[in-house]
């Protein structure tokens, strides 16, 4: 495995070797803040975990894998692979950090469930101040799904065509809170829609959510087309002074990277409206068990009297004698009683005291 550092000169950066599909796989460098990062939530998530255990309480295993793996392991390969290697040399390794944080990432650590983990394994007092902090109404403006649909865009339209990202190539720890606001900007849709139904709104529910996703697809495409399609150079200036003599030209580069950008866009937005439809299966499952159970309890069956010998032979002695009365009236014509004879109220009783009696 090759170790690389940030190219901190022109000659650092024209000295790395061309990227081929070997060097796309072995190159890696360490990031301190990103591995940091990484440490304190996979400790915090396996501290949850167990704590839930040792209680005599489980916690799905694919939900601690989806966390480690496709949360964490994205975030890993996002920033310390050969992504951020010669993302200071390349456009599109560059834009496939910032897709992969805003987009990926957060798709893995929600599908971990970690706001329902925390609640669970923080004692009393601590997990009702997160559900308060969860459910106050910073967070539930952040999290409205419109607002988060519009911030994820937005950051990703600033990141591109403000001075932000040319200005975090140059600036290092720039460059980590750009990593840092991708990340969170994704959750802020991710996480609600996937895990926390507390912060959303009453009338969101799972078909909305779908619609939603299906939007949120939609969007996310948009940044990918703009860069892909764009006339100017993205940090031109900077890819023109540092790009490699073996690199592609830098307006083909700039459209590698748009072009993966929407790929991996529309690739994400299938199986995010999948866990959405399993989730909203899942919710009418125990929607159905639960009213059967209802059903079940209130619809109690009459259990059927029995009779002693002698209240039976009664009963049919009773019914003998009424036998001659029941079949003059099925003989009987059908009449129809005049309303006055059946309606309580004050004129029906003037009109049958009136009425001469026959």
Known sequence: MCVVGYPSSDLAAASLPELTTGRLLSSWQLDVPALLLVLALGGL??????????????????????????????????????LAVYDHVLFWPAAVQNILLDLV??????LGDPLSLAVRALPGPSSGRLRRIM??????????????TALVLATELTVYFTPYFA????????????????????????????????????WCTHPVRAGLVFLDGIVDAVP????????????GAWYLHHAPTWAPDVRHDQQLGGGA???????????????????????????TAALDRRLDTELVPAAPRT????????????????????VRQAEAPDLVRPWWETEQSEVADRIRRQRPRD
């Open 307 to 326: 009779r002693t010998p002698d209240q039976a032979e009664t009963a049919g002695l009773a019914r003998q004698a009424k036998a001659p009365d029941l």
């Open 167 to 202: 200005t975090a190539l140059r600036v290092g720890w720039l460059h980590e809170l750009m990593y840092l606001h991708l990340l969170v900007a994704g959750s802020l849709f991710v996480v609600p829609v996937l895990t926390h139904e507390q912060t959303l709104p009453a």
């Open 105 to 110: 990432a957060p798709l893995g650590l929600a």
């Open 224 to 235: 990918g087309v703009v860069v892909m399609t764009h006339g100017t150079l993205i940090a």
């Open 45 to 82: 998530y396996g501290w949850a975990v167990v704590r839930l255990r040792s209680r005599g309480e489980g916690w799905p295993p694919a939900r601690t894998a989806a966390f480690a793996l496709l949360g964490l392991g994205t975030l890993v390969i996002a920033t310390m692979s050969a």
């Open 135 to 148: 459910s106050g109404r910073l967070v539930r403006l952040l999290t409205f799904p419109l607002v988060s």
């Open 261 to 287: 950008m929407l790929g991996i866009a529309e690739l994400v937005a299938l199986p995010f409206l999948l866990a959405i439809l399993v989730q909203w299966a899942r919710h009418e499952r125990v929607e």
